[in-house]
Nanobody, 122 residues
Framework: QVQLVESGGGSVQAGGSLRLSCAAF??????MGWFRQAPGKEREGVAA??????YYADSVKGRFTISQDNAKNTLYLQMNSLKPDDTAMYYC???????????????????WGQGTQVTVSS
């Protein structure tokens, strides 16, 4: 069983930065990622990583960086140049195997964290 615990959310002004962390317990070999959900919108993929290969949504390319520290079993999301449109609840997620072209499909993941709120003001 995998348990995921996010931290690092908060409020920031547009143009600012935040780093999200996700501590993974019971972690082994997974595709891990970050999704977000804004009020009234569907949950969407932000970024994913497995075997050192990374995947990003077009809306965050060049601004967000996903990384992982295997020694600490921790996943990170460095978010720079934040925009008000980035405001959402951010969720850490994981699934067996490697990430692929379906990395952004919500239904492909079976482990989720409780979420951490990110609010970007203009």
């Amino acid at each position: 069983q995998v348990q995921l615990v996010e931290s690092g959310g908060g409020s920031v002004q547009a143009g600012g930065s935040l780093r999200l962390s996700c501590a993974a317990f019971g972690y082994t070999v997974y595709c891990m990622g970050w999704f977000r959900q804004a009020p009234g919108k569907e949950r969407e993929g932000v970024a994913a990583i497995s075997g050192g290969r990374t995947y990003y949504a077009d809306s965050v390319k060049g601004r967000f960086t996903i990384s992982q520290d295997n020694a600490k079993n921790t996943l990170y999301l460095q978010m720079n140049s934040l925009k008000p449109d980035d405001t959402a609840m951010y969720y850490c997620t994981a699934r067996w195997g490697t990430c692929g072209a379906d990395w952004s499909e919500v239904g492909r993941y079976n482990h989720w964290g409780q979420g951490t709120q990110v609010t970007v003001s203009s």
